[in-house]
């Protein structure tokens, strides 16, 4: 097969999915206008993205105004491999920013596959649909407006959850597959590390338990204060732990603070000398092979995010053996099972800093718990099966027009 991915990050969501349909032998090429390093089998044309006029626009204008300036930048690409010859039998697209507005204009006998992760509620948002400003309004519908968009372009839609499935309207269900990129086996077959080294300075040894929390960024769709405020009671209660904590300090999908600084700086201001620095570590984001033997360390992971996107991180903890802590949500019933591979937990920091003691007095269940983690992802998250489920649905859609 002939495929074109397109994605503004490249390769973004594809990171895994491109070297291996490269490796089973079919032709790729992406457009992006990220300058990230990519596998050499496939070809990028790369766009650059220019901010129009923002004086006196409307902000949520703006998010538009990109949109439709990346959308045709991907169609100049688009018609230039046209130029060329070249034609795809599957179009596959992430919808988010707009790139995939004018592709089917480009290619109408081409099918698209679309990776939407999500259909936006207020909830996702932390806001009380009760209690929605015009201006949240206004901003819901805009980004689902996008995806409705690209929803009515595509043949199929891949989701990951079932839970970011059911986010979506009914009319648009049919077209919906639930298929994970899946994990690595190499990252099934890695062992545990005793000791880590992250820096000069930090060393996980072998005799002090290590409790993670990892975020892209650390905000609050993502659970970061409530972590953060856990931190003095569990500090206090155990003279030993030791608390990784790694993220950006950007926003992805909360409010800032509201006083110009980050949540990182507006919480440690605020917590104080009640938060050890000697045993709390926090650093900005990692390498992906730093994460990885971060993973392998960690005795204990928190993950707090609300029901959203299900990060690629969960998924690789669960493969390297590590258990899990999460927020009880919808999402996360359907990965997590108490008493089995990890814990589900609903409450204040207090809380949840008792339900980290008590977890942590208990490291053989812990160990038990991250093997059987392990266990579950095989077969099913194996990134071989869901590459071959992948490759099928491609495969057909290419046959459909």
Known sequence: MKLLLVHQNFPGQFRDLGPALCDRGHELKAIGSSQRPTDPRVEVLRYEHKLGERSGVHPHSLEVDEWIRRSEQVAILAMALKKRGWAPDVMLAHPGWGEALLLRQVFPSTPLVIWPELWLRPEHLGINPAGMSVGQMQYLRIKDWLIDGAMADASVAVLPTRYQASTFPQRW?????????????????????????????????????????????????????TFMRA????????????????????????????????????????????????????????????????????????????????SWSLLELMACGTPVLAEANPMMEELIQPGVNGALWRGNPESLAQAILTLLRTPTQLKRWGLQAKQQLQPTYLQENCLNQLEQLLLLQSTCF
Not at 204 to 220: H, K, M, Q, W, Y
Request: net charge neutral; glycine share 8%.
């Open 173 to 225: 269900q049919h077209k919906i597959e639930i298929m994970h990129e899946g994990v690595p086996e190499s990252l099934l077959k890695m062992h545990r590390l005793q000791q880590l080294t992250i820096t000069e300075d930090v060393t996980l040894g072998p005799d002090a338990p290590v409790v993670t929390f990892i975020s892209r960024n650390l905000e609050p769709m993502r659970g970061f204060p």
């Open 231 to 310: 931190l003095p009671s569990l500090l206090a209660n155990h003279p030993t732990v030791h608390v990784v904590i790694v993220g950006g300090d950007e926003v992805s999908y909360s409010g800032a603070p509201g006083d110009g600084r980050s949540w990182r700086e507006h919480l440690l201001e605020e917590l104080g000398e009640r938060i050890d620095r000697k045993r709390v570590h926090l650093f900005g984001r990692m390498p992906h092979d730093q994460l990885q033997k971060l993973y392998r360390r960690s005795d204990l992971h928190v993950y707090l995010s609300k029901p959203f996107v299900l």
